[in-house]
């Protein structure tokens, strides 16, 4: 490579990290304001016009906080656990296009895209248990072995739902996948892996339902206990990144990327781009909305859910694609299936859990309507 | 620091402090814990102590009633009032109608904030962020509905022995229809945004067991003994105040579990609202204060008077020597009972269900105390 | 031989009517069947039944009085201790959820040496009470595994439920 390349190499990573501080910047000003809307309030409104400037504001009062770093914490692990997790999010943004052209908008579109992405999500997770255990501190040792459990059992769905996408679509190239995509895009086809990949994420980034590994009100912040200041914040921005990954993940790979469906873009790359920053705008919208929404689950709940019910439909998921694959059957054939499995699923589950309650509920107002009272009076 | 006398040493002691977003105060308890189960619950109280007991000894009757306002300080009226039905009995006051009826639309009301902070919390600590902040909508609308009859959101010392202290001011009756109203609306959101939402059943159905023996043996009282089935409110059991004039339902739970305790407390607040449209309706004119000299000294003996408070039952136990001070006044509080069941509770549980089962009891630190 | 005298409340106001509810005569006499080999004496002021019992009887009388299928009381209370000049007294109030009605057994204890017998056997809602009045009283119930204190902490020397601890005067620092 000349030195010509190598200078736009840099200019390129240099504005892609500009970019992704931007965009993290952003959704936390988006997640309070959305927050603030479901929980009746207004979010943050005082600094900066519409509470713009609220994430520098932040950002400037957790760099100026004192670094605490306890007595007994070992400091090479406590040191290099936040690099640890805060750098391969950044890394996988190097192949990840976010419009057609991708000498403009990926530094480097590898041929194996997909397999480069999802290898490097599962590095961060030695990073959380390093946290929890150079903190030194029992709710941070906790912390880090439910993250540890938590990650990894939902690494399984994300990686079987990526397979049956990469079955259908032949091809690991994301930008590929996404050009195949140009009719119809692959939700059509895998509702039910959409909806796999879409838990699954939310799973891995920690987000509610399945944020008990640093839930606040039971082990007060988990792995990230003993992080204070300008340590604390690089855990909280690799948080925001890896949502923003997993919302543009699921957009390349499930909702057509920068296609619009029945229109041709003629290869305008900044409406490609704007149509991909909007899809997963919309995708994080909704993540926003579990949380405002949803109590968080149990580890062992948690856990169980991933294995019995997730890892099991993600593998049926990669058959019945392979399958149909195989015998050249009408691809309509397998969101079909899809779709039965999951209706199927929804009403099984409701079955398990609400209808009971609902009963209990029903006797109890009718125990209260019919209050006995003791015999005696 | 724990009492057990042989420590495993398999099993971690993890302490939840005093100072812990979820324990509903400066409790402290120290969980042993073997991975994630829990093995032994040792709870640590005394932190709010200030000695309530031993102060009323010094202090005449009238000013008595606002330490009780702060014992159970999310339910100022109700501990007011067993107070002054207590002094009352003792001296064989009788007091007007029209008192009676505003210290029952205040028990209610007072009655239903404190179950929506409780509803509030109760998500708080399955992890869902906005059961708390509807929870606190309604009841700051309550609270400045307090405010305007007695002066003050929370320490009112509005009750006084023979009546209240003063009439209700003239806006009360449309800013209470109004108020009701929306209760009833943030009672069936809240009610819809968690109670059967499937993580959250899942966080509370079968956790926290007590069955009915266990309950009765261990003193449990209020929402908690009847979730386990059994049928105990002192408001229909053993009517005091003029209760029996006001037709409502009692909820009884079934099996004694974490939903069992916070549903039969979501269902009290619509019957908490039914009791104060009928009594809106039957409220007379009158007197609000009966003919007591302004120091009040009753006569010598002991009497013990008990209510429904939100958490339980209430008691309070006036030993009198015929002065103007108590001689003895001992308070039973009903989270201090409750809170005694924790560890059997706590079976079986895992870290995160400790801190959904003690949001469930429901406890005050300030009555537990004292 | 039992000794029982019925004694009506005098009190300001129900001087006009001497005759007592006849539930609670019904009641009383029911308890004298029930707990006629004790040495007791019952009163009644104001609807409660008091029960003056002597100090080594307690736990017997107490169990006669949860599991009689007459009495019932099967919710233990309050359990309070009162300084008097000459003694203490521990008053315990039971009630019953399923016959609805209450009792309130009173027992003298020793003003030097406060002693009694704990029914934490009988009811297990029995427990922090017993520890509050060992704490704030310094009451010793024989019999609980675990008298530490609940309210105080454990430094602290005294017993500040008595009447003869320097309320006013005590300083800490």
């Known amino acids: 490579m000349s030195i010509l390349d190598l200078f736009l190499l840099q200019i390129k990573i240099i504005a892609l990290f500009g970019g992704l501080t931007i965009v993290v910047l952003s959704l936390v000003w988006l997640e309070r304001r959305v927050l603030g809307k479901i ?163 939310i799973a891995e980034v920690g987000r509610i339902p399945f944020d008990i590994y640093h839930a606040e009100s039971e082990i007060v912040g988990g792995p990230f206990v003993e992080y204070s200041g300008a340590h604390w914040s690089v855990f909280y921005l690799a948080e925001y990144i890896q949502t923003f990954t997993i919302a543009v993940l699921i957009t390349l790979l499930f909702l057509g990327g920068w296609h619009i469906p029945f229109i041709s873009l003629e290869e305008n790359i900044v409406l490609g781009f704007f149509v991909t920053i909007i899809k997963s705008y919309v995708v994080i919208l909704i993540i926003f909305w579990f949380r405002g929404t949803f109590p968080r689950m149990r580890i062992d709940q948690l856990m169980s859910f991933a294995w019995k019910v997730l890892i099991p439909l993600s593998f049926a998921n990669v058959i019945f694609s392979s399958i149909v694959i195989f015998y050249d059957i009408p691809l309509l054939v397998l969101s079909i299936i899809n779709i039965l499995i999951t209706v199927l699923m929804g009403y099984v589950l409701y079955n398990k859990f609400t209808t009971p309650a609902k009963i209990d509920a029903e006797e109890m107002l009718r125990k209260a309507r019919n209050y006995k009272l003791p015999e005696g009076i | 620091m724990t009492n057990q006398q042989s420590l495993n040493s398999v099993d971690m002691l993890l302490n939840m402090g005093p100072q812990h977003p979820s324990t509903h105060g400066v409790f402290r308890m120290v969980l042993q814990i073997d991975g994630e189960r829990v093995m032994d619950v040792e709870p640590y109280i005394g932190y709010l102590h200030r000695g309530s007991e031993k102060l009323s000894e010094g202090e005449q009757y009238a000013q008595i009633v606002t330490l009780f306002d702060r ?62 902040l509807y929870g606190f909508r309604d009841r700051e609308k309550i609270q400045s509905l307090f405010e305007s009859v007695s002066g003050a959101r929370m320490m009112h010392n509005y009750f006084r022995i023979g009546g209240v202290k003063e009439d209700l001011p003239s806006d009360f009756f449309e800013n209470i229809y109004w108020l009701l109203e929306e209760i009833k609306q943030g009672v069936d959101q809240a009610d819809s945004l968690l109670s059967f939402n499937e993580i959250f059943l899942n966080r509370t159905r079968n956790i926290g067991l007590i069955n009915t023996e266990d309950a009765i043996d261990f003193g449990l009282t209020g929402p908690n003994l009847r979730a386990s089935g059994v049928s105990y409110d002192l408001r229909k059991n053993d009517p005091y105040s003029i209760y029996d004039r006001f037709d409502f339902d009692i909820p009884v ?112 630190l300030g009555e537990v105390d004292r | 031989m039992a000794e029982e005298e ?167 620092w």
């Open chain 2, 253 to 364: 739970g079934d099996r004694g579990d974490v939903w069992d305790r916070y549903f039969v407390r979501i269902q009290e607040i619509r019957e908490s609202i039914k009791i104060i449209e009928q009594a809106l309706k039957q409220i007379p004119d009158g007197e609000i204060t009966a003919n007591v000299r302004r120091i009040a000294r009753p006569p010598e003996g002991d009497i013990f008077v008990h209510a429904e408070n939100p958490r339980g039952d209430f008691g309070v136990y006036l030993v009198s020597d015929g002065s103007d001070k108590p001689y003895r006044l001992k308070i039973r509080p009903p989270s201090f009972c409750n809170l005694m069941a924790l560890r059997h509770m706590m079976r079986n549980a895992y870290v995160s269900d400790s801190v959904m089962i003690l949001g469930s009891i429901d406890i005050v």
């Open chain 3, 6 to 172: 019925i004694t009506e409340s005098v009190s300001e106001e129900e001087e006009v009517s001497e005759e007592l509810d006849p539930i609670i005569v019904e009641r009383i006499s029911i308890l004298e069947n029930i707990l006629s080999s004790y040495d007791i004496s019952i009163t009644s002021f104001l609807g409660e039944i008091n029960i003056h019992i002597g100090r080594t009887d307690i736990i017997d009388i107490l169990t006669i009085l949860k599991n009689s299928p007459e009495t019932l009381c099967n919710l233990f209370l309050c359990l309070s201790i009162v300084d008097y000049e000459d003694r203490f007294e521990a008053v315990y109030h039971l009630q019953s959820t399923t016959l609805n009605h209450r009792y309130v057994v009173k027992s003298s204890l020793d003003k030097d040496k406060p002693l009694i017998s704990s029914c934490i056997g009988l009811w297990k809602g029995s427990d922090w009470y017993e520890r509050e009045g060992h704490d704030l009283f310094g009451v010793i119930f024989e019999g609980h595994p675990n008298l530490s204190p609940l309210l105080l902490y454990e430094e602290f020397e005294g017993y500040p439920g008595r009447k003869d601890f320097p309320f006013n005067d005590y300083k800490e």
């Open chain 1, 39 to 201: 929980q009746r309030r207004i979010g943050p409104n005082r600094v900066g016009p519409q509470g713009l400037l609220q994430p520098l504001a932040d950002g400037i009062k957790l760099l100026v906080k004192e670094d605490i770093i306890p007595e007994s914490a070992d400091k090479w692990i406590y040191w290099l656990a936040p690099i640890i997790v805060f750098v391969p999010p950044f890394v996988i943004w190097v192949t990840i296009p976010l419009a057609s052209d991708n000498s403009i908008l990926a530094v480097n579109n590898m041929h194996l895209g997909l397999l480069f992405v999802i290898a490097l999500t599962v590095v961060s997770i030695t990073g959380l248990v390093m946290a929890g255990w150079g903190s030194a501190n029992k709710y941070a040792i906790l912390g880090g072995l439910r993250s540890t459990a938590q990650l990894i059992s939902y690494e399984i769905p994300i990686i079987m739902v990526a397979i049956s996408v990469l079955i259908i679509c032949q091809t690991t190239d994301l930008k590929e996948i996404v050009d195949q995509q140009n009719v119809i895009p692959y939700v059509v086809y895998l509702p039910l892996g959409l909806l796999l990949f879409f838990i699954a994420g």
């Open chain 2, 71 to 132: 014992l159970d300080y999310l339910a100022n009226f109700n501990n007011e009032l067993v107070f002054c039905m207590a002094v009352e009995k003792l001296m064989g006051v009788e007091i007007p109608e029209r008192a009676e009826y505003i210290r029952v639309i205040l028990c209610e009301l007072n009655r239903i904030s404190s179950h929506f902070l409780f509803y509030g919390t109760m998500g708080m600590d399955a992890g869902a962020s906005t059961p708390i």
